[in-house]
């Protein structure tokens, strides 16, 4: 009787393994919303996305590596800048740091502090915390090693934004440093003993350890900085960092393999992008911006992708996803269960002109929906006069393409081209077998849908067009430089009527003190061509008029 039980249960536990795998088998249809991911109850769904969220919040990967020794860290830059120990260290590292205490240096990785209340413009709520837990900035992680927390970073860091003072989880931070953080570590760590560390910064032997634990790490992560603030290298320092790993189903670390890296193109070239919004998988059934990740579970890739950046053992992480597995599906439900910000809860309704936007809604049926999807709207129902406006303005529904689509339409192709520098390597990995991640290297990027395009600016995949009139000029004509700035203050910082940076002689002054907001497309991999001939331009000549360029403008606040 109990061989029988234990057998049932072992055919239920394969059938709900299949089900859960066939979910992101290669071009599995998106057929119907996928925004409760699992189907799950209400209440069942609510309490995974807010378990979800906190995992966003706090990196939940225990076995991950590259720890920073948190105590020393801030006895080090909370000491005064003429402190003898700090100086020496300084000497010792060869670098100097700017940073005068540890407020300062999470203000420089761009991590945002969390919200004091409840903000009724944040479309995605944050879980209940504890003080305790919003003493750090959001991303901002304390892990336990050898007893003693340890620093490291959680998607947080690269999928929240600050829009004029509401936090966002799932919108992209467009100033993240996670990863030069990492890049500056690895310039550092190998110059300082960790005896050294251990008794000028006043840690004890638990954080020394720690310390040599990550020192030993970085010596199998590559590292590579952005060519401007704002883009993320990550797909270049996965290739680089596996580089350094030996050619084997586990990518093992040798001694040899740090000692001797093989060359990879990623080095040099220039494929960096921005971290990607997260209400928009839910339409989708390929992932990243060029659509090159065919198959698995996303959340699942990035852990994958965040761990070999930091010289983690594969063999612990495939250990850590099989076990967690519950963890994995809360964070997958919060990215899926994600929705943009609108634009009518910054600004008002009054400031949309409903006519104008309906006029803007026939130029995007005839340019823009074979790609982007066509949207219903309220004002397209039966009983639209009896809608209040803001009703009248909410997407009804939005028809995507059921299975996603790569489109090479003449932007820049450094990112999609960097793929195929390390997408056999990734293939070839067990643990990739084991979540059934496939990687194909494609010609082009995913057209994505447009919900909330009004808060992704700056736009394209390389951040090269500053705002939405830039995007709807033909190449030749677009900004060739702009400067960038945080969106702080709505009526100063975003230009209304083009939606997105204010150019010209609208440009905050302050933003042109710091050279790192300037943006310059004539550099390698940031180009703006593109997105112009066969969809603006028709036989030499542009399709839309200035106002009619308006009101697609117009339409596109709606989304």
């Not at 599995?28 to 925004?35: I, P």
């Not at 401007?228 to 797909?235: A, E």
């Not at 409903?354 to 129902?381: I, P, S």
């Not at 994505?448 to 394209?460: C, E, K, S, T």
Request: proline share 7%.
């Amino acid at each position: 009787m109990e061989k029988h039980v234990f057998k049932c249960i072992l055919l239920i536990c394969l059938i709900f393994a299949q089900t859960a795998k066939a979910q992101w088998a290669r071009d599995t249809e998106v057929t119907e919303s996928r925004e409760n991911i699992y189907r799950s109850s209400p209440s069942q769904w609510n309490q995974k996305v807010l378990s979800g969220r906190k995992h966003a919040l706090f990196y939940p990967v225990k076995v991950t590596s590259l720890l920073i020794p948190f105590e020393p860290m801030k006895t080090f830059f909370n000491s005064a800048e003429n402190d003898p120990v700090r100086q020496l260290l300084f000497r010792l590292a060869q670098v100097v740091t700017p940073f005068k205490s540890m407020n300062e240096v999470f203000n420089w990785l761009g991590v945002l502090p969390f919200p004091q209340n409840d903000d009724p413009r944040n479309p995605n709520p944050f879980p209940a915390l504890s003080n305790p837990e919003k003493t750090l900035p959001m991303g901002a992680t304390l892990l336990e090693a050898h007893g003693r927390p340890g620093l490291t970073f959680s998607c947080a860091a690269c999928h929240s934004g600050d829009l004029f003072g509401v936090k966002v989880i799932g919108l992209t931070n467009r100033f993240p440093r996670a990863n030069d953080f990492f890049h500056q570590g690895r310039r550092v760590a190998p110059y300082i003993n960790s005896y050294i560390f251990r008794d000028m910064l006043k840690g004890t032997e638990e954080d020394r350890l720690m310390f040599l634990d990550s020192k030993e790490s970085i010596r199998y992560v590559g590292t590579k900085q952005p060519v401007v603030l704002g883009l993320d290298t990550s797909l270049a320092q996965v290739a680089i960092s596996l580089s350094r790993r030996a050619l084997d189903p586990y990518a093992t670390k040798t001694p040899d393999s740090a000692k001797n890296p093989r060359p990879n193109k990623l080095e040099k070239m220039i494929a960096d992008s921005k971290p990607a919004v997260w209400w928009n998988l839910k339409y989708k059934n390929r992932w990243l911006s060029d659509g090159s990740i065919v198959s698995g579970n996303p959340v699942h890739t990035n852990f994958l992708w965040n761990e070999i950046g930091r010289g983690t053992d594969l063999k612990a992480l495939e250990k850590w996803l099989l076990n967690n597995d519950e963890t994995i599906r809360e964070l997958t439900a919060a990215v899926f269960a994600s929705r943009p910000p609108r634009y009518e809860k910054f600004f008002g309704v009054k400031s949309l002109d409903m006519e104008k936007a309906k006029l803007g809604q026939k130029h995007f049926t005839l340019a823009c929906a074979r790609c982007h999807g066509n949207y219903v709207k309220g004002w397209d129902q039966p009983n639209a006069a009896n809608l209040s406006d803001e009703a009248q303005i909410q997407n009804v529904s939005l028809t995507y393409h059921k299975k996603t689509p790569v489109k090479d339409v003449g932007t820049d192709p450094g990112r999609y081209l960097g793929m195929k520098e390390f997408a056999g390597a990734l293939n070839s990995l067990q643990i990739s077998k084991s979540i059934g991640a496939v990687v194909e290297p494609q010609t082009g990027y995913v057209p994505p849908p447009l919900d909330g395009i009004w808060a992704r600016w700056p736009y394209f995949h390389n951040n090269s067009v500053p705002n939405l009139c830039a995007l709807l000029t033909v190449s030749r004509n677009r900004p060739v430089t702009y400067w960038a700035g945080k969106a702080n203050h709505k009526d100063r910082d975003f230009d209304q009527d083009c939606v997105g940076y204010p150019l010209a002689e609208k440009t905050p002054s302050e933003w042109k003190a710091n050279k790192e907001m300037f943006y310059d497309t004539r550099k390698e991999g940031l180009r703006n061509t593109g997105h112009d001939v066969g969809i603006f331009i028709k036989d030499g000549t542009e399709i839309f008029t200035q106002d009619e360029k308006m009101e697609l403008i117009e339409f596109l606040k709606t989304l």
